[in-house]
T-cell receptor, first 111, second 116 residues
Framework: GEDVEQSLFLSVREGDSSVINCTYT??????LYWYKQEPGAGLQLLTY?????DMKQDQRLTVLLNKKDKHLSLRIADTQTGDSAIYFC???????????FGAGTRLFVKA | GAGVSQTPSNKVTEKGKYVELRCDPI?????LYWYRQSLGQGPEFLIY????????DSGLPNDRFFAVRPEGSVSTLKIQRTERGDSAVYLC??????????????FGAGTRLSVL
């Protein structure tokens, strides 16, 4: 079945870049997403990428997609303490309406 | 409202009881999703509505779980004979449309269900 995997923790210093990685299994996924979840809150969409793209940049965020390896990454430039949260990678399942989420990567930003 | 609203925010119940969780989607959003999020995990898909009908309920874990959306807006997730393993945060999300689109979902803050 479909699966999305992410590393569980990442710790960076304020001002450094953060790179969060994700692998997925559905090679026909049309859209892949990054969501952010802060404590006690629901998920908030950060960015998404269509499967025919390799890269998407949005201000401090850069998404890289390697379809051959089914690997997605999110780079956050100039990471701030306010970026501390859990980041979820997700894929839209082909031919359906389901979105499959990874377990999330908890980002710690040290001042 | 401005966002997806879920009530109650917290629900404590006893094993074997019946609970209802409510979701008010963003006005005009035709697609609505329910997810369950256990501690340390990502959201797990339960059910998807397009309008009033459940287009995909393949994520419901068993027949104790049921969801309705009678008028294509507010949805209620119903859990019968609750078990301790049902304890989790139940998330609702809505999307402008579910067909052939980016499927961008807007999430509520969730209902934390605790079964004692």
């Amino acid at each position: 079945g479909e699966d999305v995997e992410q590393s569980l923790f990442l710790s960076v210093r304020e001002g450094d870049s953060s790179v969060i990685n994700c692998t997925y299994t559905d090679s026909s996924s049309t859209y892949l997403y990054w969501y952010k979840q802060e404590p006690g809150a629901g998920l908030q969409l950060l960015t998404y990428i269509f499967s025919n793209m390799d890269m998407k940049q949005d201000q401090r965020l850069t998404v890289l997609l390697n379809k051959k390896d089914k690997h997605l990454s999110l780079r956050i430039a100039d990471t701030q303490t306010g970026d501390s949260a859990i980041y979820f990678c997700a894929e839209k399942v082909t031919g359906g309406f389901k979105t499959i989420f990874g377990a999330g990567t908890r980002l710690f930003v040290k001042a | 409202g401005a966002g997806v609203s879920q009530t109650p925010s917290n629900k404590v119940t006893e094993k074997g009881k019946y609970v209802e969780l409510r979701c008010d989607p963003i006005s005009g959003h035709t697609a609505l999703y329910w997810y369950r999020q256990s501690l340390g995990q990502g959201p797990e898909f339960l059910i998807y509505f397009q309008g009033t009908g459940a287009a995909d309920d393949s994520g419901l874990p068993n027949d104790r779980f049921f969801a309705v959306r009678p008028e294509g807006s507010v949805s209620t997730l119903k859990i019968q004979r609750t078990e301790r393993g049902d304890s989790a945060v139940y998330l609702c999300a809505s999307s402008p449309t579910g067909r052939g689109n980016k499927n961008i979902q807007y999430f509520g803050a969730g209902t934390r269900l605790s079964v004692l």
